[in-house]
């Protein structure tokens, strides 16, 4: 090529991301590391739904059967432990750590189906072995961290600008925009939903099918003794070393629950559950006495398939492959965000910048939000989102 003594400058590009979680930081930073401007809205600030949490689990949910949604949860618990130490997070343990995370079995058909992972070769003993001196395996890499010091470290880029609105529309078009609560209107090359349960407010979002589901945590007080528990531990729900002198003990589960604030009954149901699985824990904790400091309610989002919804926006029309110009979703990471959403994001980056995807199609299909129209439409033909 001659060198015309002129520097060419591509038109720097602009990605809108709706939210300020897990899926939001994660995918504005892929988008960032790409080379492009990303505004992210989010009226609350950095972590204030689900990702919030004083500690979260970095883990998965080993299977032998290799499903589209088992292989997601391995690729996704692969890449999200690449990304952990791509970003030198956590990097001291007042943020967690990468240690491993002890998965007891809480019952029979659970030993049986981790014992079948770990013999399928599916998930090899460099991720997943016994655990040394309990009825357990050990997710190796794994651990527990605090997500919204994640999400903060995700957004602390030159190229990211949080701007704390709400989004109350989107419109598709190159450019795509936004309109803002306020009225205010911004354009972008796309603009990424990353809003979990509350995009289904959005205009024309309504159809996406998923479940909300009320969970809340007990933060409960350190002992001398349990201050030196290192890894984290899941039974029927999951225990974390102390974090400022708090362990995370949770979770409650609950579906048709939208109750914001934290109960006292919900609280009970935690140390119920850790008592039952973790009896030794229980007692080294305070047992009857365990001192319960904080406690916080968040509602998880999940799809009907169990896998995150990722990739282009569908729009109603009687072609089910029409996507909308410049508008994509990235949300439902159910009770794995830690772990699904450095995937979907860097799988959305590459899709929007026209890269090598990080999946193959199969999974790219699992992941594609159209899927819930083109199964309904198999059953219902006129139906439209
Ligand atoms: C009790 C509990 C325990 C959990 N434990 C674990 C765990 O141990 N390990 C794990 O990996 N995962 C865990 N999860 C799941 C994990 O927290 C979620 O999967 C993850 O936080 C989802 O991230 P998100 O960014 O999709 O959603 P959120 O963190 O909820 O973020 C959505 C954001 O969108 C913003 N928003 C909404 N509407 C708009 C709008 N119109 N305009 C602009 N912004 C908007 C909201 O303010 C919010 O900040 C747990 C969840 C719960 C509830």
Known sequence: MT?????????????????????????????????????????????SGASGNLAGVVYSTPSPHLTPQNRFYQASYRHALA???????????????????????VDDKQQQKLTAAMDSGAWPSDVLRPAKGVNAVELVGGGYLRPDRWCHHMLDHPEITLCRYTVASLHEGSPASVQLSNGNQMSADAVIVCAAGASQQLPGLAWLPLKHIRGQVSYCQATETSQQWQQAQCHGGYLTPALGGLHCVGATFTLHDSHPSPTDADDAENLAQLK???????????GNAIVIKDRRVAFRCQSLDFVPICGPLPVATDNPHRIATGLYLNVAHGSRGITGTPLCADLLADLITGEPLPVDSQLVDALDPSRFILRKRKKQPEWKP
């Open 276 to 286: 039952y699985y973790l009896p030794d824990a229980w007692q080294t904790l305070g």
């Open 83 to 105: 990304w952990l130490y791509r970003h030198g997070f956590p990097a001291s343990h007042s943020d967690g750590q990468l240690n491993g995370v002890i998965q007891h079995f």
């Open 3 to 47: 060198n015309t003594g002129f520097t060419l400058h591509s038109r720097h590009r602009h990605a809108i991301v709706i939210g300020a979680g897990l899926a939001g930081a994660t995918t504005a930073r892929a988008m960032a590391e790409r080379g492009w401007q990303v505004t992210v809205f989010d009226p609350q600030g950095i972590a």
